[in-house]
């Protein structure tokens, strides 16, 4: 999931539900679903291969095509019609980190906890020396730095305290906070008093300028290796990346996202006057053979006359950042998809409508592998040119909030599924899926569907630790994976695609957005 | 500190306070201690000397030397008399690490968490190889791997998976808590209904009678690296020894004591049939120049002609453990001692006791420095054969259960204290510290003088996040210390201390305990 956790707007008003005609559920196949999804599952079985097998999953990585590769081979394995890869699009290169190793030296011995920053470079061999404390907040400050940074181990000022945990990392939503959100209106416009003001918006580009000065200026000088701050405690450390992918990206200088606590030890001593030595041996390695970017696709190809061309989606991001193997941003999400699948073909489901997963992939730089799908299938989200498919499909669910338990849908503003999504939450009520909020949620592939008018869901999950610990940080491993939760999940989306598939009308639409003025 | 946390007996009683005539407090001193004490504090500092300067401080390494000279230095620098090293007794070998480095190859590169187990050795240069998971309850079931373990990294299958945090890791008491201290009766005799029957005893004499033999067979087999799974998660490490500190020490194999979640993700894939490859760096470094154990002792003289001779001690232990910089455990009451020592000698007061402090080295082993300090100084537990000065020693004050600011006094079971201690501690109710409790606490030096008949106090701390982070983890860093904590801790310390040593009378003793019977 990129940026944001939630974007959800939590002022108290009513979501309408129309009185129409009880929307029809049907119970044996209820039944029937959640005991296979519950008793049978494969879930762990699955996010085992897409986790610990795969590895790391950064978009274009080598991990990230085995994991591609496995889960076509295993959707084939249980069934699925058209399982492929397809491409939607130019990407840029593959990453992946092939040695990272770097301790303090001086005043004695002390290997740290770093993680390279995507897409940089390594040490091109072990590097040893000084660290450097470079201050400077300007262009006009760095000059005084010309000449003296070859070979250099570099490390910034920072006002940047590592912090202590007072508050639990783990917790799932409440009652009063399901509750507070099922009152929700629709969502305001997203510029609000709350936006950055002018002021604010000329500091971050002012900042953004330095930063690109000072990244060109560690390059011309031939810094050996640059240290930078972590977000994160107790070993935890939440990874960015350091460089662009595109393959005419500019150079930049091997950069090394450090704990806090090393970065901060590292500080105070060089700030108390004590030298402070570094040996490091960072290897990565750039995947340029194949720019472009590839989606997992697999279908259950429907088997009603007059629907059969219309189809039902579900997905979530394969693709995840480098320092762990992505489990709960977003294995999770994928293993809970694939199972869904694979619990409607274990039941030997023939569907009306067609059912379609999608893994998308370089969802963490931008949403690009569903947005490139989009555009190929559906229709250009900027001049609202539509494609004939866009007609057909009925509905996508994402899923990519962590390892937490569905706890209900954010409609998106779509009003008329609430009475829909109402009735098939219902068979769920014991296993805590009962909210409907008509709020926006953001950062993830369902909005990709709908900036051009396909109702797209993602579902209310319960955060756990995901915020606090494993979104984008180097423990987002297996380990955080909560069995029971995923189960639930997968057996709740099974149900919702089993319900779309063979409800007579498709999910009713919000109106068309209207084209984005050119700028 | 050692072992256990707090050993407190929570029963609800009261604690007798004898109407005797109200014990005297200097109010002025104690503006004076408290305006210097928080006001122009030196105790960060000084922290930071024990912490980021010297290292990790594990008995008698290169780390714990130079914080024992730099304390002892420092102390001559404040105008401290008689600061020196004095030696406690044979301990044994120091050991330090000089190279850690270890990464999962196959099936794709991944940098682990993982730290040398206290004085285990090296892998004498780059160890690569298959990991061999090792399953064996009895040393029968190890014959099946007789010559085959030569130069092979071995793992273990565990049943203990990594935990998730749904708690808060830091806390202070809350006024609930303290209350039910203040009401505890006096400690109950330690053997009791939940200690372990002879059933579990037995079980515990078995598995550490396997654990030697295995011990020995991966020595014999000459095993190439093992792995062992660590407490704690999210990169946080909780280190121990693996082998002893004894000149005369048998040899064992080297240990990485890895991180839940590395080792979990070792044995997942292992235990799923894929192979997994490891590289490994250690070095590790015996210290054999000089076996004995050493502490820091320096004096403010006393000034009354009567009761210079007389002495009052503070201390606490300035090892480590080796995988941080022993912040907690315990920088913070070493640093704290120190300070309270600076207070006194900053604001010029010429005490009539003798103030002595000392800082002890191998308490993590067994309180050895201050039972060899006791020993030397005051009597012998065992026999009860006491030495003149046992008689003139009024208290001891210990400070050892991390950065969390003074809230009260264990009276270790020592009643006719807490009218004394309930006066002294009035000034500081502002600061939070109210609390009395007859309850021992135990795992730290102030043992060593209960047991030949000393009054030993240990403070009551907020615990903060010491026994879920810090207390003997790799993330015991100077960022745990709470500055406010320790200015806190000083300034009561320092007021005790004055309070002590002008006293009419010492503090009144319990009844001498009995000679242990010989085994």
């Known amino acids: 999931m990129k940026l944001k956790l939630l974007f959800s707007c939590l002022i108290t008003a009513g979501i309408a539900v129309p009185a129409l005609a009880q929307e029809p559920v049907d119970a044996a196949m209820v039944q029937k679903i959640r005991e296979e999804g519950l008793s049978h599952s494969k879930v762990m079985e699955t996010a085992f291969y897409l986790t610990d097998v795969s590895g790391p999953r950064l978009a274009n990585s080598p991990g990230l095509k085995r994991a591609q590769n496995w889960a076509v081979n295993q959707l084939k394995t249980w ?5 492929k890869l397809e491409a939607w699009g130019k990407f840029g290169k593959g990453w992946e980190v092939q040695k990272n190793y770097a301790a303090i030296t001086v005043p004695y011995y002390h290997a740290i906890i770093a993680i390279p920053k995507a897409w940089t470079p390594g040490t091109n061999g072990v590097i040893k020396g000084e660290v450097m404390l470079l201050k400077a907040d300007s262009a006009a400050e760095l000059e005084q730095y010309k000449g003296k940074l070859a070979g250099k181990i ?6 940047a305290p590592t912090e202590r945990t007072w508050k639990a990392d783990a917790a799932r939503y409440t009652d009063e906070e399901l509750a507070e959100m099922a009152k929700a209106a629709p969502a305001a416009p997203r510029r609000n008093a709350a936006d950055p003001n002018a002021a604010q918006m000329a500091t971050f580009r002012k900042l ?17 290796l640059v240290l930078s701050q972590a977000r994160g405690t107790d070993g935890t450390v939440f990874t960015t990346n350091g460089a662009s992918y595109a393959d005419t990206a500019k150079a930049v200088a091997p950069e090394l996202e450090t704990s806090s606590e090393d970065y901060q030890r590292i500080l105070r001593l060089l700030k108390g006057g004590q030298p402070v030595q570094l040996e490091a041996d960072i290897k990565t390695q750039f995947i340029t053979d194949d720019l472009q970017g590839y989606d997992v696709v697999a279908e259950i190809p429907g088997t009603d006359k007059k629907l ?16 762990a193997t992505g489990a709960t941003d977003n294995a999770a999400g994928s293993a809970v998809m ?11 489901f023939k569907p009306k409508r067609t059912i379609r997963i999608a893994l998308w992939s370089s969802e963490e730089q931008g949403l690009f592998g569903s947005r490139g799908y989009v555009a190929n299938h559906f229709g250009d989200p900027k001049t609202m040119e539509l494609k004939p498919e866009q007609a057909k499909l009925s509905a996508y669910y994402n899923l990519d909030n962590g390892t937490g338990k569905i706890r209900g849908v954010y409609l998106q503003g779509d009003s008329a599924a609430a009475p829909i999504f109402k009735a098939w939450l219902e068979p ?3 296993l805590g899926a009962t909210t409907l909020t008509i709020s926006n949620t953001g950062g993830t592939d369902h909005l990709s569907f709908d ?6 869901f993602q579902f209310i999950q319960d955060a756990i630790d995901y915020g606090t610990r494993t979104h984008h940080s180097n423990q987002d491993t297996y380990d955080r994976l909560v069995e029971d939760d995923l189960k639930q999940a997968a057996t709740i989306v099974a149900s919702f695609v089993y319900h779309t598939s063979q409800r007579a009308e498709m999910i009713p639409r919000k109106a068309l957005p209207k084209p984005q003025p050119a700028r």
């Open 79 to 83: 069934g699925m019609a058209n399982a």
């Open 154 to 159: 570099v490390i910034f000022d920072t006002k």
């Open 208 to 224: 953004r300028a330095f930063r690109a000065t000072l990244s060109q200026f560690l390059v011309d000088e031939k810094a050996g």
């Open 308 to 323: 059969k061309d219309q189809v039902v989606m579900i997905g979530g991001h394969l693709d995840s950042w480098h320092a």
């Open 338 to 348: 694939l199972e869904a699948m694979r619990i409607l073909k274990a039941i030997n």
């Open 428 to 430: 769920f009520k014991d």
């Open 451 to 456: 900036a051009v008018g396909i109702p797209g």
